[in-house]
């Protein structure tokens, strides 16, 4: 691990324009895409970028808890590069097994989602490490829920990058146990050890954290104290009409221009 540490300690991701370290980096976007209804994605894609994001986020393959509910549809990738064509921001979608990691690469995707519950998943941060090898594309890799120690979440990353492209986020999420109130035990607070310990930037997901859109603003800026270097927030113009985890956890547009305005003058403080 250490090898790698020092290779890479000059190394800089970039995103949107962002480069990683220096700006805070704002991803924001539907939980999920609905494949049914893509102008309600159009909306956002162009609300959040009004809103100060610099990507956007769309899940087009969902790991759903439950086998019965939407689990994602290939169509809602062309709706998620079209919202990139009109926005001209990049776009985050989770990939969990080989063929959506081809799809979402040949449709030109330039950050990949690793999720929580693929964290571990070594076959496939190996075969993400090895597509990605060569070309201008980062990996968001979320730390798995039941994720104990620090090291399992950066060998993790490590997994990918020892295919040769650096270009990994590492994403704190949330961990279970759940605590009463909150969807997941808030992690942001691990966000200054992964920064001591790697050469990889540190995006917080507040919204899985927390699973209630009304706490996310607070652990977003929580996020930035511990001093993240940006923050992937699920949102959405119309939470009661989204998908997947949009209707609880979705902020607005509104919320998340005011949420991004405190982080950046927290961040710039
Ligand atoms: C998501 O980003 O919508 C998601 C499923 O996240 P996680 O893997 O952190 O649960
Ligand atoms: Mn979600």
Redesign the pocket.
């Given at each position: 691990l250490m090898d790698i540490k020092s290779d890479l300690a000059r190394h800089r991701v970039k995103v949107g324009g962002v480069t990683l370290g220096q700006d805070l980096l704002i991803m924001a976007g539907h939980?999920?895409i609905d494949p049914k209804n893509p102008n309600l994605f159009y909306e956002t894609a162009a609300a959040v970028k009004e809103a100060g994001a610099h990507a956007i986020?769309g899940?087009v393959w969902?790991?759903r808890t439950n086998p019965y509910a939407f689990q994602g549809d290939n169509k809602s990738l062309d709706i998620l590069m079209e919202g990139s064509r009109r926005t001209g921001l990049p776009v985050d979608t989770?990939v969990m097994d080989e063929e959506q990691l081809k799809l979402a690469l040949a449709a030109g995707v330039q950050v990949l989602?690793i999720?929580?519950?693929n964290a571990l998943n070594y076959s496939l941060l190996r075969q993400v490490g090895a597509a990605i090898a060569g070309k201008p594309v980062a990996v968001l890799l979320?730390r798995g829920?039941h994720t104990g120690t620090l090291n399992e979440f950066i060998s993790a990353a490590e997994y990918i990058v020892n295919f040769g492209n650096p270009n990994v986020i590492l994403c704190p999420?949330g961990t279970q146990p759940g605590l009463d109130g909150y969807r997941n035990h808030p992690d942001e607070s691990i966000t200054p050890l992964l920064k001591e310990r790697t050469w990889a930037p540190v995006v917080v997901?507040p919204s899985?954290s927390v699973g209630k859109a009304h706490y996310v603003p607070a652990c977003a800026l929580a996020a930035v104290a511990y001093g993240a270097d940006g923050l992937c927030i699920?949102a959405h113009v119309e939470p009661s009409r989204g998908l997947?985890?949009d209707p609880k956890q979705a902020v607005t547009p509104a919320v998340l221009a005011g949420l991004i305005k405190d982080a950046k003058a927290l961040h710039a403080a």
């Open positions: 939980c999920t986020r899940g969902k790991p989770e989602q999720g929580a519950r979320k829920m999420r997901d899985h699920e997947g985890d």
